[in-house]
């Protein structure tokens, strides 16, 4: 396999202790690689990195520690915005001071990827004997951290599907686009997605503010769109296929529970400035009206928040006993370790809509307390998840980014969608409609025909990952 090397060199005054003591402290003037924020470098370790990509500007990415020799070398995996590794080598002078060497690597199918997206490279079709199938995700902006687990997420589902014989005598193929959390950049990835010749379907896994502006463009090419994430109630079309969360189905059960556990009454509802947020805020209004609590203030603010000072002041002012937090990717984690920074946490419990495993792992322990509802959480205790980590494991390797609800759901959908056309007798819209009336795929979540949800998980965040508490019906079964 071809690949892009980029490599630079410079000798430094400091001795190569001096400088790997330095890694990872988070200090922006020591560049993207030593200014990075790592609270380890054992393997398997995050890293947190904020890339220059112009004059002033910076872009957050996320790298995982692959191996480290200590003071002389370290080995990373690179995961967001793109894919790729990264060795960097501190080597001793003799006249003293340290050779810093850094080794940048991206394969040719990423750097294809990488130019597509940019719109320098018009992508690879499929080879006559492949079958499409997109995936539009964020790699990068507010909900890149969740993007390198739902396309390895979506490539075991593709490869499995393949080892079973593909879909009509076809292998799939997976084109990956990235929307940079972004509805604009999202219509750009998804009209290349539809241009691709053949495409039999795309599966999003993005913001709503996404969807709503690339559902237009699935349905004048006549391609399914599978949508997985938790979303509010759309617009529907027999091509636009949702399998995710509702907020009624997340909130209904889940907040009388909370508020028995705490005793209180007063809810604050505060969340990213779109449609799912605010769909959220309306449900949890809806919610904690008819058990007789109290909406005491609302707070939204624009993806790409850096500072939740005023959120945060007005959740203390009005003595609220209950967060409702609606915010999505980097601005969850800035949001909740600000609110954990500022000692709320010890005594106003927060429900957070996307809180999982990954978001977990970013947070660390200001993330303790959380809690949430989802088809899915990496602590579920069945053999068909343990049988789903251990293959995701062994694909992508015991340093692969955690498996995030998000990135499951993605899996249970490809799974779907092939079940559906082997059910249907095609890959023709008609014929997926017609299976997925007559097709199930049982993977980790609780799901009937179609991929539609069954009951949710009750989670709640701890040290250690997600701990699951309970199993709730969705709101049409209870």
């Known amino acids: 396999m071809a690949e892009l090397v980029l490599s630079s060199e410079v000798r430094l005054a400091a001795d190569p202790s001096e400088l790997f003591a330095l890694f990872g402290s988070g200090d922006p003037s020591l560049g993207w690689l030593f200014g990075s924020e790592a609270a380890a470098l054992a393997p398997g370790a995050l890293v ?3 890339l220059p990509i112009g004059e002033g500007s910076r872009v957050h990415g996320t790298a995982r520690v692959l191996s480290c020799k200590p003071v002389r070398r370290i080995d990373l995996v690179h995961e967001s915005p793109w894919f790729g590794h990264v060795a960097c080598h501190l080597d001793p002078l003799r006249s003293g001071g340290t050779r810093l060497r850094i080794r940048v690597r991206i394969d040719d199918r990423e750097f294809m990827r990488l130019g597509a ?34 396309v390895n997420c979506a490539q075991l589902a593709t490869e499995e599907i393949n080892a079973d014989g593909g879909v009509a005598g076809r292998d799939v193929r997976l084109t990956v686009a990235d929307d940079a959390t972004d509805p604009g950049t999202g219509v750009v990835a998804m009209r290349r997605l539809c241009g691709v010749s ?12 996404t969807y709503t502006a690339t559902s237009p463009i699935a349905v004048a090419h006549g391609i399914p769109y599978l949508y997985t994430p938790t979303s509010e109630a759309v617009p529907t079309h027999p091509l636009l296929i949702h399998f995710g969360e509702r907020p ?5 059960r889940a907040l009388p529970l909370l508020a028995e556990v705490t005793g209180g009454t007063r809810w604050f509802l505060a969340g990213n400035d779109y449609s799912w947020p605010r769909a959220v805020g309306t449900a949890a209004r809806a919610v904690i009206e008819r058990m007789g609590g109290t909406v005491s ?28 937090s609606s915010f999505v990717g980097q601005d969850h984690v800035r949001f909740e370790s600000e609110f954990s920074s500022s000692g709320l946490r010890s005594t106003t419990r927060t429900f957070a809509p996307l809180m999982d495993d990954a978001v977990v792992e970013h947070l660390g322990d200001s993330a303790a307390g959380i809690w949430n509802a989802l088809g899915y959480f990496v602590g579920m205790d069945s053999a068909e998840n343990r049988e789903f980590l251990r293959r995701y494991a ?35 819209p008609s014929s997926l ?28 965040a701890t040290p250690a990952g997600v701990r699951v508490i309970d199993e709730l019906p969705v709101a049409a079964h209870g």
Do not use: K, N
């Open 394 to 428: 062994d694909r992508f390797g015991e340093c692969a980014p955690p498996v995030s609800a998000a990135a499951e759901g993605v899996y249970e959908a490809v799974h779907t969608w092939a079940a559906a056309c082997r059910s249907g007798g095609g890959t023709e």
């Open 117 to 150: 997206d940019l719109g320098l490279l018009g992508g690879a079709d499929a080879e006559g004997w492949e079958l499409p199938l997109g995936l539009l995700t964020s790699l990068s902006g507010s909900a890149g951290i969740l993007g390198r687990s739902t």
């Open 198 to 209: 053949g495409m039999a379907a795309v599966v999003g896994m993005h913001s709503s503010a």
């Open 48 to 50: 947190r990195l904020a």
């Open 433 to 460: 409609l017609r299976g997925l009336r007559t097709s199930t795929y049982r993977g980790p979540r609780r799901c009937g025909r179609g991929g539609s949800l069954e009951s949710l998980l009750l989670g709640e």
């Open 297 to 324: 203030g609302e707070g939204y603010v624009p993806l790409g928040t850096e500072d939740f000072t005023p959120v945060i002041s007005a959740i203390g002012q009005h003595g609220t006993d209950h967060v409702v």
């Open 248 to 252: 009624l189905d997340q909130l209904h």
